[in-house]
Structure formats: C-alpha cells, structure tokens
C-alpha cells in the first residue's frame, strides 16, 4: 500500500520560512506527479502545488505563488514545499498528495495525513 | 468563495438516494475531468470518482458521478451512516492553470 508521510511542521512566525517534506514508498515515485493540499481546520481543501514525475512542469496556487517552491528528489523518493514570507493565512493542515499519473492534470489518488503549520506570533 | 460551488450541506435517511451537485464554468468543468473527493471524519481526503464517473477499486458501486456541460453530481444510493462525511469535487482550471475544489458538502445521514 502506498504510503506518504509528512514532516517539517509546527509552529512559526509571520514572516518566517519552513521547509516540509513527504517520505512516499512502496509505489515507483518518479513514475507519478505529486502535489500538496492544503486544508484549514474545520474548512475546504486547497490545492497550493504540483510537479510532474520528471520536474518539468511546475504549477502553484496564486495564493502562494512566488513564496512557495516545490521540488522533488526522485532518488531519495521525496517531495519538498520551501515556504517563505509565511502569513497568518498559510496557517493549515499540508497534505503530501500522490498524483494518477504523470502530469499535473489528473486524479490525487493518495494522500498523506497531513502535517499541521500554524503561523502566529 | 470557491470556484466550483457545491451545497453546504446534504442529508438523507438510511437506504435513501441523494445527489450532491457541483457548478462550474467552461474553463473547468466544462473542458476537464471531475473529481470527486470523501473526507470522513479527522480523515484524511479519499479519491472516490475520477475522470467524471469512473470509481477506484475498492469504492462501492453506490458511488457514481456524472458530469453536463459545465456542471457534475454524486449520486449515493442505499445510503449508509458510514457515508456521513464531507464530500468535495475538483476540476482543472485553465485559466487559473491549476486545481480548483468546490467549497465541499457535508452529507448527514439522519
């Protein structure tokens, strides 16, 4: 069974950066496109970022386009989101997210559980 | 205020059928593939229909979508309490060059 875990979490201030990261197993990583989802507590999902399996096509929410930067490292198998300029709004639930198949343009067919950030003074 | 707009809230009585419904625009629904979503409790999101009406393995044959024009349903039939979640759809958007989920609706079943 395919399995995402999620670090890199926590609490920070307005302002600063945090870096996530997702382990992913048991399924061929560079085989698929990957994502993050973002989910404030008791609200709807947000899709914030996806790469393709080789890195070739990026794509990012405006919300946080030009302060967050996903990447990837298909050898150690793991997906990145390097967030800057955090805000108070960025405060959510980041779900590691696996994509159907290639390209960013298709079903998240696996999901991590999620690592809580919270952005406060 | 999402771009794809879904009902708040849904409810049925057990056995019953319901239909969540989702509203688009031709940039999105209108020219890509629905998805629909669960989300039980402190769960994390589960995918329960892709490509419009297409079910994962594993997901009941009471789970069915379908998708005209610019706009998708869920249908749930033989409703059951384990359904009781929140239920969101996505689509591509080609404007925005990125995934856009609907605002989500929250099924009861009374």
């Known amino acids: 069974e395919v399995q995402l875990v999620e670090s890199g979490g926590g609490l920070v201030q307005p302002g600063r950066s945090l870096r996530l990261s997702c382990a992913a197993s048991r399924f061929t990583f560079d085989d698929y496109a990957m994502h993050w989802v973002r989910q404030v507590p008791g609200k709807g999902l947000e899709w914030v970022s996806g790469?393709?399996?080789?890195?070739?096509?990026?794509g990012y929410a405006d919300s946080v386009k030009g302060r967050f930067t996903i990447s990837r490292d298909n050898a150690k198998s793991s997906l990145y989101l390097q967030m800057n300029s955090l805000r108070a709004e960025d405060t959510a639930f980041y779900y590691c997210?696996?994509?159907?198949?290639?390209?960013?343009?298709?079903?998240?067919?696996?999901w991590g559980q999620g690592t809580l950030v919270t952005v406060s003074s | 205020q999402s771009v794809l707009t879904q009902p708040p809230s849904a409810s049925g009585t057990p056995g019953q059928r319901v239909t969540i419904s989702c509203s688009g625009s031709?940039?999105?629904?209108?020219?890509?593939?629905v998805y629909w979503y669960q989300q039980l409790p402190g769960m994390a999101p589960k995918l329960l229909i892709y490509r419009n009406n297409q079910r994962p393995s594993g997901v009941p044959d009471r789970f069915s979508g379908s998708k005209s024009g610019t706009s998708a349903s869920l249908a749930i039939s033989g409703l059951r309490s384990e359904d009781e979640a929140d239920y969101y759809c996505?689509?591509?958007?080609?404007?925005?060059?990125?995934?856009?989920f609907g605002g989500g609706t929250e099924l009861t079943v009374l």
């Open positions: 996505a689509a591509w958007d080609d404007s925005l060059s990125g995934v856009i």
């Open positions: 997210v696996k994509g159907y198949g290639q390209w960013l343009v298709s079903a998240f067919d696996c």
């Open positions: 031709s940039s999105n629904i209108g020219d890509n593939y």
């Open positions: 790469i393709t399996w080789n890195s070739g096509n990026i």
